[in-house]
């Protein structure tokens, strides 16, 4: 399978701890996407990279919340001091460059307790 | 107020029935828009573009209306596969950060 990937597909954590999510994008797609998601509503931008550079940042990405993408290819979004409003589908997407179709990876459950 | 707003639905229809989804967005500098459909717990993926023309994709059809800031999608003889959620997508700028509504819940029965 060629697609975007993403681990993990599901994570349980107490409230209070660190998590990190990885997404893989498509092969040479050098734009990656990461939005959020929560019950009844539609993904939400959280932020971007260009190859390994982030370019935007939505307000909603808080202090405790950090991407990276350190050389372009595979990236991260770590949360840390989860609270429970965190409890969320968090998808990954990539494109080839601007305005190409952005394809979306399978999601990573986050469930906060 | 939303920068895409969509009735939530349910649309409960019987196969074969035409259903028509709206959606209106609030940003004039839109530049591109889509309709993506979303299975339950599964990620979302690109219906169809929408051009300002018009575009017919077998049973599917897109309108874009830009002075009304209104986009539509018709869908003719439904099947039940159609049943999902199909969300309306905007993006404004260079960043091509897509810009979702909440979107709208198909169910189809038999």
């Known amino acids: 399978d060629t697609g975007v990937s993403q681990d993990p597909r599901h994570k349980i954590t107490k409230r209070g701890q660190n998590v990190t999510f990885r997404c893989d994008p498509i092969?040479?797609?050098?734009?990656l996407y990461w939005y959020r998601q929560t019950l009844g509503q539609g993904p939400e931008f959280l932020t971007y990279?260009?190859?390994?550079?982030?370019?935007?940042k939505s307000r909603l990405l808080s202090d405790r919340f950090s991407a990276e993408r350190p050389k372009g290819s595979f990236s991260t979004l770590e949360i840390q001091r989860t609270e429970q409003g965190d409890s969320a589908m968090y998808l990954c997407?990539?494109?080839?460059?601007?305005?190409?179709?952005?394809?979306f990876g399978p999601g990573t459950r986050l469930t906060v307790t | 107020r939303k920068e895409v707003e969509q009735d939530p639905g349910p649309f409960n229809v019987p196969e074969g029935a035409t259903v028509a989804f709206n959606c209106t967005y609030s940003?004039?500098?839109?530049?591109?828009f889509f309709w993506y459909r979303q299975d339950c717990r599964k990620e979302p993926k690109l219906l169809m573009s929408?051009?300002?023309s018009g575009n017919e994709d077998g049973r599917f059809t897109a309108q874009l209306n830009r002075a009304s800031q209104y986009i539509s999608l018709l869908i003719r003889d439904s099947k039940l596969s159609d049943s999902a959620t199909y969300l309306c997508?905007?993006?404004?700028?260079?960043?091509?950060?897509?810009?979702f509504g909440s979107g709208t819940r198909l169910l189809v029965r038999p």
């Open positions: 092969s040479e797609h050098n734009r």
């Open positions: 990279f260009q190859n390994e550079a982030q370019l935007e």
């Open positions: 940003n004039s500098a839109s530049q591109s």
């Open positions: 997407a990539s494109s080839l460059g601007r305005g190409d179709e952005q394809y």
């Open positions: 997508v905007v993006n404004k700028d260079s960043s091509y950060k897509l810009i």
């Open positions: 929408v051009y300002s």
